[in-house]
T-cell receptor, first 114, second 109 residues
Framework: GAGVSQSPSNKVTEKGKDVELRCDPI?????LYWYRQSLGQGLEFLIY????????KSGLPSDRFSAERTGGSVSTLTIQRTQQEDSAVYLC????????????FGQGTRLTVV | RKEVEQDPGPFNVPEGATVAFNCTYS??????FFWYRQDCRKEPKLLMS???SGNEDGRFTAQLNRASQYISLLIRDSKLSDSATYLC??????????FGAGTQVVVTP
């Protein structure tokens, strides 16, 4: 595609439910990043993929959070048993070469846990 | 110490004035540097890459100081549309992107 695509753009869920957030990176981009951003705050790193492997998942806040990437392309971030503090915008970015090139962001998924 | 640090601001700038701010990074092996711009409730977008020799793009000038481990962004002739949060991004060799928390710039009429 022309850019990084994320779905859904908005998600409202009840506390305790599981949610899946999807990221479609730019074709050919090997690196994929997940961040989250609470209102008025900076970007919080969650996980980084190089191909299908995740060399750095240090930012996942708890074991309720998991992510996978298949075929070196689409990635899914799953949050189990959602809590109100999980409410944030979840941003995905991809880059062609993680060492040198810039990353491009999707428009994000705004998650609200009620 | 945070890996990438920025003055959060806000920097209140009269229209037409010049504003400059820095970003410091802790990993001396870092190879790539970028400035991103983020508008309210929008995703970050690349403003410019930062090259070793410094580079300019219109009213924007970026500099890299490896010895002191900081990068800078200067905006000349500020426009109202320059109001945004500017994110410093550092990319260590082969590693994940490291984002600063951002510097807020508010350009006033």
């Amino acid at each position: 595609g022309a850019g990084v695509s994320q779905s859904p753009s908005n998600k409202v869920t009840e506390k305790g439910k599981d949610v899946e957030l999807r990221c479609d990176p730019i074709s050919g981009h090997t690196a994929l990043y997940w961040y989250r951003q609470s209102l008025g705050q900076g970007l919080e790193f969650l996980i980084y993929f190089q191909g299908n492997s995740a060399p750095d998942k240090s930012g996942l806040p708890s074991d309720r959070f998991s992510a996978e990437r298949t075929g070196g392309s689409v990635s899914t971030l799953t949050i189990q048993r959602t809590q109100q503090e999980d409410s944030a915008v979840y941003l995905c970015a991809s880059s062609q070469d993680p060492g040198t090139t810039e990353a491009f962001f999707g428009q994000g998924t705004r998650l609200t846990v009620v | 110490r945070k890996e990438v640090e920025q003055d959060p601001g806000p920097f209140n700038v009269p229209e037409g004035a010049t504003v400059a701010f820095n970003c410091t990074y802790s990993n001396s092996a870092s190879q790539s540097f970028f400035w991103y711009r983020q508008d309210c409730r929008k995703e970050p977008k690349l403003l410019m890459s930062v090259y070793s020799s410094g580079n300019e793009d219109g009213r924007f000038t970026a500099q890299l100081n490896r010895a002191s481990q900081y990068i800078s962004l200067l905006i000349r002739d500020s426009k109202l549309s320059d109001s945004a949060t500017y994110l410093c991004v550092v990319n260590p060799t082969g590693g994940k992107l490291q984002f600063g928390a951002g510097t807020q710039v508010v350009v006033t009429p």
